[in-house]
């Protein structure tokens, strides 16, 4: 009897029509059944935000070969949720969510749709892992960030992933031949230094752009901006669980 092949869920935040989730799933599509449930239209800097004000509605798209594949009106946490209990009605093997235009390295994590997908997937406790490539051109090339892709789903379906933990993957943009491998690290500390670019519509009101620079405040030789800046891709093992062990024992002696 052969065995049976692993079931994978296939999003992103980019939207189904995106490049990179189409160059995901070919990455993906030789190790199992896949099914594809992505946003209707992008959903950049959704985070973990779910839709609970409207309704939502799904339709079956037919551009993923073989595979079912639907297009979501709501969040990636959405098409995460509506893949496991109404499309697939049983939890997958893995989740995979990207390939994201664009980094999620160091505290863009908060912001990320890609990665809240992923993080989703761990709090249902199925591996997950997100995939984000350092290019924000809707035409990029995702080469190496196939090759990765696919040599971390192989890895993560042979041995499994912590309970409650996902990956954070950011592949930089270089050519095969600059491509350095793959380095396990923590997420750097730095913070975007926000600005806003205001301005006046047609009637004299004003509105804002949301605008700013990223600072990495970090200058270790062990985080994800390093290792992306020698031209390795990164990996950041991430959880849901937020709690400040290292506080918990400070408040402790408060004595309250």
């Not at 594949?69 to 989740?95: H, N, Q, R, W």
């Not at 912001?111 to 761990?122: P, W």
């Not at 042979?158 to 350095?180: A, H, T």
Request: aromatic letters at 10%; hydrophobic letters at 40%; glycine letters at 8%.
């Amino acid at each position: 009897m052969s065995a049976k092949k692993p079931i994978i869920l296939v999003t992103n935040d980019d939207g189904i029509s995106a490049k990179g989730i189409r160059s995901l799933f070919n990455a993906v599509k030789n190790f199992g059944d896949i099914y594809v449930v992505a946003p209707d239209s992008p959903q950049s800097g959704m985070g973990h935000a779910i839709t609970i004000n409207y309704p939502l509605r799904i339709s079956k798209v037919d551009f993923f070969e073989d595979s079912v594949a639907f297009s979501c009106s709501g969040t990636p946490v959405d098409c995460v949720k509506l893949g496991i209990y109404e499309v697939m009605k049983e939890k997958p093997d893995l989740i995979v969510s990207g390939i994201n235009h664009g980094a999620n390295t160091s505290t863009n994590v908060l912001y990320s749709g890609t990665m809240s997908a992923a993080v989703e997937g761990a709090m249902e406790n199925i591996p997950s892992i997100g995939f984000s490539l350092c290019n924000f051109d809707s035409d990029a090339d995702f080469s190496v960030a196939q090759l990765v892709v696919k040599q971390l789903v192989e890895k993560v379906l042979q041995n499994g992933m912590p309970e409650g933990v996902c990956l954070n993957v950011n592949i930089p943009d270089v050519s095969e031949e600059n491509f350095k491998g793959i380095k396990v690290c923590h997420q750097a500390k730095a913070f975007w230094e926000d600005s806003f670019d205001k301005r006046l519509d047609q009637f004299g009101k004003p509105y804002f752009w949301l605008t700013g620079h990223f600072l990495n405040q970090e200058k270790t030789n062990d985080t994800d901006l390093y290792w992306i800046d020698k031209g390795y891709a990164s990996i950041v093992p991430t959880q849901f669980d937020m709690t400040s062990y290292k506080a918990l024992k400070e408040l402790e002696n408060w004595k309250l």
